[in-house]
């Protein structure tokens, strides 16, 4: 069993950053590309962000397309993701998944997922 936990999540201002970061419990996580999708309060969850398993193709959704920036270390079997410009709008609870899919953008395609982290970004 794969167990993801996210953190960084927290308050900030509209125009401000912030640094969300998902640690896997297991080694071989390594070999699984990891993505970012988020829940806003009465939406459905949607794609963010994912990166392969080696960090050389990244896909992103247009929302955040610019301002966010996904990237892992496979040595510490960490994925990040960057957030800059943030608007109110990219508040949501935000969730890590890992799969063996490749770079989706698609949740079905993920196997794992942690536990979410709440970003608010205040106007």
Do not use: H
């Not at 957030?83 to 990219?90: F, V």
Request: glycine content about 12%; aromatic content about 12%; proline content about 2%.
């Amino acid at each position: 069993q794969v167990q993801l936990v996210e953190s960084g999540g927290g308050l900030v201002q509209a125009g401000g950053s912030l640094r969300l970061s998902c640690a896997a419990s297991r080694r071989t996580i390594w070999n699984f590309a990891m993505g970012w999708f988020r829940q806003a309060p009465g939406k459905e969850r949607e794609f963010a962000a994912a990166v392969s398993w080696t960090g050389g193709t990244t896909t992103y959704a247009d929302s955040v397309k610019g301002r966010f920036t996904i990237s892992r270390d496979n040595a510490k079997y960490t994925v990040y993701l960057q957030m800059n410009s943030l608007k109110p709008e990219d508040s949501a609870v935000y969730y890590c998944a890992a799969g063996s899919n490749g770079a989706s953008n698609s949740s079905r395609k993920y196997d794992y997922w942690g536990q979410g982290t709440q970003v608010t970004v205040s106007s």
